[in-house]
């Protein structure tokens, strides 16, 4: 499951509710692939040698990148690390930068074997809310491109909630997604966080605000259409045919390890994390001195008890007591059995045998529920 | 004795005693460069960061002048209203005082009421005009107000900065001039007024004492007159910066004495120190007890710290005998302790104190007057909690509190002011002008009224220039109705409070809103009312959550995620659950958070 994660942090204009660390601005393009090289250098031994089975070009606005800059990622990463000839690659694209010319290229020249599209929404209305760079148009241009050039493997993503997506244009976004014949779906309830333009303009009355009621209804449609089309919802936020989970994301949430690389990105290597600077200048640095600037946390048995249950428990595989038990050990398994029985009888948890997973109902409480199954001690 | 100087300083809040006080240890030395600080005599993390003074700081410093050495003791005094008795005991250890008043703002309301202190207990009045460094100061126009109120000569009056430290040497000077040396007879037996005490974790309670009689020596067996106890003085000293033992202390003299006291019922402010054997004849005049009048129930978070709560609020009791408690218990809360605080910043600070110093989360329930219930008997019953209330066929009229105001004012705000004394149910008494630009305005008010929020407004009406001081005038029977908060159907009894029967549907309306905003949706609907007696008379709903769950839970999200919904259970664990509902710490003072 060892996966590197690569964050290109530049997008040509900022969503106004992206909580990502990206820059409106290709000033350090260049400094910034060479200093990307040369982290993988600095921290060629963080996966000791494993074998690497997912990349993904994550940001920021990956598809930004040249053929000839993402063929040099590439080639760096398999001469440092075993990069795994089945190894999954995902790039992360906005629609306007798919020109057919560029899929090609993607395709026949890199070793990209996945793509995941930023759609949002087909409306025009919504992505101006979102102040999204493209627009409806270029959405479907860019998903007939793709498809046209023979990326099978192929991930959407669409947001629901937002102010200005009625529930008749919601359905017809699920049915645009369903009618190309995606195989992998990422749908996200639109969030409002912290120190966002959205925040501060929701605030200043500039923007309506979601309607708790529209989201939930939309969610609803969105499990029921989901399941009418043979789709799985392994992942709260992710649907797909059988066969095309994401690799690289089910990693996160089973406790896989992973090498972030570029400012900002996370690592896990099962008992530490650590984070690079979200700083394009800092990060750069690390060209010159040879280091690094991250912080890192290691994580004691309760915080990975945690980290476990809260991630677990949104997936299809669910909250495994009997994983608990080898790994944490009798006190936990007791607490956990203890504090889930009654979202059990609440009907918010299913079990079968050791497994525990979440029902509809339960879905839209995973943090709630997750938070009180935590155990709070050092 | 004829070396010795002691003296307060006195003003209203912020016009720069402890600043000044700075200046005055600088010059003598008292304190090192390496110790100075600002302010270095408000010694409590909460007067730091306030930046203001809680309690009345005292400190010895050396100081020469024309080859003689004098011993001058200094007492910091604070401003803030709810403290003035800390002013009143300090000046009564002292002979003189700095009476300050700053350059920009003129004389205020505290600075008036603290003269009339001082001028009760005979101090010489230094007056000492400071804040001189600013552009804004206006010292012909302040002299004036001086002269008139204090009569003096207007060449009597210091200009100084505690900022630049001008005008420092000529206070010193005239400390020595103008300060009687204390009086009284060396050979006369010990007779001693404890004007304060603090309480020190490895040392006990601390009691500082000012000698008036006689002398003291280290390991005398003296008695506090008023409680009757006995002990032996372990430890006297003086107090510097930090305290100095000494083995004498003699006529004149402010010191300290340890002497392994446990609890703080035994040392009273205002008690007399003397000699087991040969004992003076006669007791100091003390002060009277101060009296609570704000109240407010006080209760752990965790109902099952209630006994480390005890042993916390009687610790700060020994710092701060004005705090009062009694047990006292709650449906919806359980036991805790009914506290009286002289006013709401008082309140504040004992809170506060009681999380920083003692680790003590609590909630504080909705503060009240104290009021007078006369029953059908005639009989009076002191009540400090509403739901303490006797039966209504019991009670024939309640009485509350008045206070007499002074507010002085620069007379463009006088219309607006009076409308809101008058809204507060205030009653003028008197209007004179001070200056052709200055009045001041006497009004009878509840002191209900004026506890919540009269001062923030009285201070954003007139744009910071009012200023205000009160004391307690007597009781007035007043028509006084109980208005009840409900959650979900079920009474809280703390949230029950007494208010005048044209605010109450007012009040009861604002509250429910307030409290719509402050406790947490929860997973079912949440109906709050208000209500009198029987009859609702305002509803909202909290409705339930109907989705908690992040969209994204990625690489870089798992840690600020998990951190995020451990956060949250912390904050759980600080609410109560009140029947089946959460309510957050804050919600419990609603009714201070009106205006927010
Ligand atoms: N410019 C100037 N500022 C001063 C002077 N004296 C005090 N200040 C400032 O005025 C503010 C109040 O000063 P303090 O010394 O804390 O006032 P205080 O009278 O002790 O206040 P309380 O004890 O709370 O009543 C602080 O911000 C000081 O820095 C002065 O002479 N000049
Ligand atoms: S494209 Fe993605 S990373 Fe860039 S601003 Fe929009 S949401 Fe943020
Ligand atoms: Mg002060």
Redesign the interface.
């Known amino acids: 499951m060892p996966g590197i994660y690569l964050h290109i942090p530049f997008c040509k204009q900022k969503c106004h509710y992206c909580n990502f660390y990206s820059l409106a601005s290709l000033k350090y393009r260049d400094v910034f692939v060479n200093a990307l090289l040369k982290e993988m250098h600095l921290r060629n031994d963080y996966l000791q040698g494993k074998h690497i089975e997912t990349v993904y070009f994550g940001g920021g606005t990956p598809s930004l990148l040249s053929i000839d800059e993402i063929n040099r990622i590439v080639i760096e990463i398999s001469t440092l690390f075993h990069l795994d000839s089945q190894a999954e690659i995902t790039l992360e694209a906005n629609p306007d930068n798919l020109s057919p010319e560029y899929l090609q290229a993607l395709k026949s020249r890199t070793a990209i074997n996945r793509l995941s599209i930023g759609v949002q929404s087909f409306f025009d209305d919504d992505l101006r809310y979102l102040h999204r760079v493209h627009d409806g148009n270029h959405a479907r241009k860019a998903i007939e491109a793709a498809k046209q050039t023979g990326f099978d493997n192929m991930t959407i993503d669409l947001i629901y909630g937002i102010p200005t997506l009625t529930t008749e244009k919601w359905g017809k976004n699920l049915s645009l997604f369903f009618e190309y014949d995606i195989p992998h779906l990422s749908s996200y309830a639109l969030t409002v966080e912290p120190k966002t333009a959205l925040q501060v303009l929701i605030d200043k009355q500039k923007l309506k605000p979601a309607k708790e009621d529209e989201t939930l209804s939309h969610f609803e449609i969105l499990l029921d259409q989901a399941r009418q089309h043979g789709f799985e919802q392994y992942e709260i936020s992710n649907y797909a045919l059988p066969g095309f989970y994401a690799r690289h994301n089910s990693a996160y949430w089973l406790g896989g390890h992973y090498l972030g690389l570029g400012p900002s990105a996370h690592s896990f290597n099962g008992h530490s994390r650590q984070w690079n600077v979200k700083n394009m200048k800092q990060y750069i640095e690390s060209e010159t001195v040879d280091r690094i600037v991250l912080e890192k946390e290691v994580l004691t048995k309760s915080q990975q008890y945690n980290e476990y249950v809260m991630t677990s428990l949104r997936t299809i595989w669910g909250c495994n007591a009997e994983h608990i038990q080898n790994v944490f050990g009798e006190e936990y398994v007791i607490s956990f059995r203890q504090k889930i029985h009654k979202y059990v009888e609440g009907q918010k948890i299913v079990q079968k045998g050791n497994r525990f997973t979440l029902t509809d109902a339960g879905k839209l409480f995973a943090d709630g529920i997750a938070g009180d199954l935590f155990v709070d001690k050092g | 004795m004829e070396n010795i100087r002691n003296f307060c300083i006195i003003a209203h809040i912020d016009h720069g005693k402890s600043t000044l006080a700075d200046r005055l240890l600088e010059f003598t030395g008292t304190v090192s460069k390496r110790d100075a600080q600002a302010q270095v005599l408000d010694d409590m993390d909460l007067e730091r960061e306030r930046g203001i003074t809680i309690k009345s700081h005292a400190i010895q410093m050396d100081y020469e002048q024309d080859n003689k050495k004098y011993v001058l003791n200094l007492i910091d005094t604070p401003g803030h209203v709810d403290f003035s008795y800390e002013v009143s005991r300090s000046i009564a250890a002292c002979e003189g005082a700095l009476l300050v008043v700053d350059a920009t703002q003129g004389i205020q309301a505290q600075t008036i009421s603290n003269l009339y202190l001082a001028i009760e207990h005979d101090l010489e009045i230094i007056p000492v005009l400071n804040k001189m460094d600013l552009d804004n100061a206006m010292p012909d126009e302040v002299k004036d107000q001086i002269v008139d109120m204090l009569g003096c000569d207007e060449e009597d009056i210091l200009e100084a900065s505690g900022k630049t430290g001008y005008g420092v040497d000529k206070i010193l000077e005239t400390i020595v001039s103008q300060v009687p040396s204390p009086k009284g007879d060396p050979e006369a037996p010990l007779q001693a007024l404890i004007f304060d005490s603090v309480f020190n974790p490895f040392r006990g309670i601390i009691a500082y004492f000012r000698i008036f009689n006689g002398e003291i020596k280290k390991g005398d067996l003296v008695k506090f007159v008023n409680t009757g106890k006995e002990y032996n003085a372990d430890e006297i000293g003086v107090l510097r910066l930090k305290q100095e033992p000494r083995k004498v202390l003699r006529t004149g003299d402010v010191g300290y004495i340890i002497s392994g006291i446990k609890t703080s019922k035994e040392v009273k402010v205002g008690d007399t120190i003397t000699h087991v054997e040969n004992p003076c004849t006669t007791i100091i005049g003390g002060f009277e007890d101060v009296k609570p009048m704000v109240f407010a129930g006080i209760y752990p978070t965790d109902a099952d710290d209630y006994e480390e709560l005890r042993t916390a609020i009687e610790k700060l009791q020994l710092n701060d005998a004005s705090l009062t408690f009694e047990p006292e218990s709650s449906l919806a809360l359980g036991f805790g302790f009914r506290c009286g605080f002289l006013g709401l910043l008082h309140m504040e600070i004992i809170q506060e104190r009681l999380d920083r110093e003692f680790d003590m989360s609590v909630i504080t329930t909705m503060p009240n007057v104290s009021y007078r219930v006369v029953t059908n008997k005639k009989e009076t019953v002191e009540v400090h909690n509403p739901s303490g209330l006797p039966e209504q066929t019991y009670i024939d009229h309640i009485e509350e509190p008045f206070i007499r105001a002074q507010i002085i004012t620069r007379t463009e705000y006088i219309g607006p002011l009076i409308k809101l004394c008058l809204d507060k149910r205030g009653e003028l008494k008197n209007q004179v002008y001070l200056t052709t630009s200055r009045v001041e305005l006497t009004v009878d008010m509840p002191l209900g009224e004026i506890v919540f929020d009269f001062y923030d407004k009285l201070k954003s009406i007139s744009k910071g220039y009012a200023s205000f001081d009160y004391h307690i005038s007597g009781y007035r029977p007043a028509k006084l109705v109980k208005l009840d908060i409900l959650l979900n159907g079920e009474p809280v009894d703390a949230l029950s409070t007494l208010t005048h029967q044209d605010n109450a549907y007012g009040l009861g309306r604002r509250i429910c809103v307030k409290l719509k905003d402050l406790i947490p949706r929860q997973q079912f609907d949440i109906a709050v009312q208000a209500a009198i007696g029987a009859k609702i008379i305002a509803r909202e709903t909290i409705k339930a959550?109907?989705?908690?769950?992040?969209?994204?839970?990625?690489?870089?999200d798992?840690?600020r995620?998990?951190k995020l919904?451990?956060k949250?259970?912390?904050g759980k664990k600080r609410m109560r659950q009140v029947g089946n509902v959460e309510v957050p710490q804050q919600a419990f003072l609603v009714v201070l958070r009106l205006n927010d």
Do not use: F, H, N, P
Request: proline content about 0%.
């Open positions: 959550v109907r989705k908690d769950v992040t969209a994204k839970c990625y690489g870089g798992i840690t995620k998990r919904l451990e949250q259970k912390k």
